[in-house]
């Protein structure tokens, strides 16, 4: 009778082991390595071609790695960091100091990793005469001074719009304002209406995807200025300068709290290759990559 008590206890212990060693494994990141293993990464929607384009190129290098890319609005992402929900997150900001005081108050400490810049490019339809804008006329209008312009903006929780409105000092939107969901619907709308003007992420027109190739084709970029005589196009020089007034640095945070591939992916959007991608794209990288210059002597005799 003993030995069957014992028999018993024995299946019941090994399975409780079992069970607990199965759900180890499900919830475990010791798989989980700078180059391989799973992560998403929340994307502002406004920075999601550059992400896309770095992303790619990781996978290909490192194809134990998958990275699931998700955009959404800033405010949204913002939120889900500061619930925790989130661990990774591409911005064209850094938390507050309060919202960083937050998350050090339960022990959650991140590492922000700035990579790039980009600029918000304001664009009219193509058959539109305007070719400049000063940055006076766009806080004006942001203001509501000018109701013959209409601005059209990805969402209402968009870093651009946040963005525009911290810069003119604007606390409330003006009815001239319209917000839709995406970069994609505000270059749409453009394209199809002469008297409004859109604010996008400058990577969504350097990069365009096949759906919008045919689009950007009845739009054009305004060159915007101090003054009209000063306005400049968001070039890459001009961001990189910043003589372009519109430029904004781009920030991926990553609050995991461990080694994973937040971290790898961090270190490889700053690292020479992810660098040259930045380059290549036409946006400003954070350091310009090393070009190697290879002297070939010739064996021809004279």
């Not at 991140?110 to 790039?116: L, R």
């Amino acid at each position: 009778m003993k030995s069957k008590i014992n028999i018993i206890i024995s299946i019941f212990v090994f399975t409780i082991l079992v069970f607990f060693s199965c759900k180890k494994s499900e919830n475990s990141t010791e798989d989980e390595s700078y180059v391989k293993g799973k992560a998403e990464i929340y994307v502002d929607e406004s920075l999601l071609p550059i992400v896309e384009d770095q992303e790619m190129v990781f996978e290909s290098k490192y194809q134990k790695a998958d990275i699931r890319l998700i955009p959404k609005s800033d405010s949204d992402i913002v939120n889900l960091v500061l619930q925790r929900k989130i661990d990774i997150a591409v911005l064209s900001h850094e938390l507050t100091k309060s919202q960083e005081d937050k998350l050090k108050a339960i022990d959650v400490i991140g590492k922000n990793t700035p990579f790039c810049s980009d600029a918000i490019a304001l664009v009219v339809n193509q058959k539109s005469s305007k070719t400049a804008i000063t940055v006076s006329e766009v806080f004006d209008i942001l203001k509501g001074k000018n109701s013959e312009v209409q601005f059209v903006f990805d969402n209402q929780n968009s870093s651009t719009l946040s963005y525009l409105m911290n810069k003119a000092n604007v606390k409330s939107l003006s009815k001239n304002i319209t917000a839709l969901k995406n970069n994609l619907e505000v270059i749409k709308f453009v394209s199809e209406n002469n008297n409004s003007i859109g604010f996008v992420g400058v990577n969504w027109l350097l990069n365009p995807s096949i759906e919008l190739e045919s689009t950007i084709k009845n739009v054009k970029v305004l060159a915007v200025g101090e003054s009209i005589q000063k306005a400049v196009k968001p070039t890459q020089s001009y961001i990189e300068t910043k003589e372009y007034p519109f430029t904004r640095k781009i920030y991926l945070l990553n609050y995991q709290g461990r080694t994973g591939l937040g971290m790898g992916f961090a270190s490889f959007v700053k690292s020479e290759v992810g660098q040259r991608i930045i380059l290549k794209s036409g946006l400003a990288p954070v350091k310009i990559p090393t070009r190697e210059i290879r002297i070939v002597k010739s064996n021809k005799k004279k």
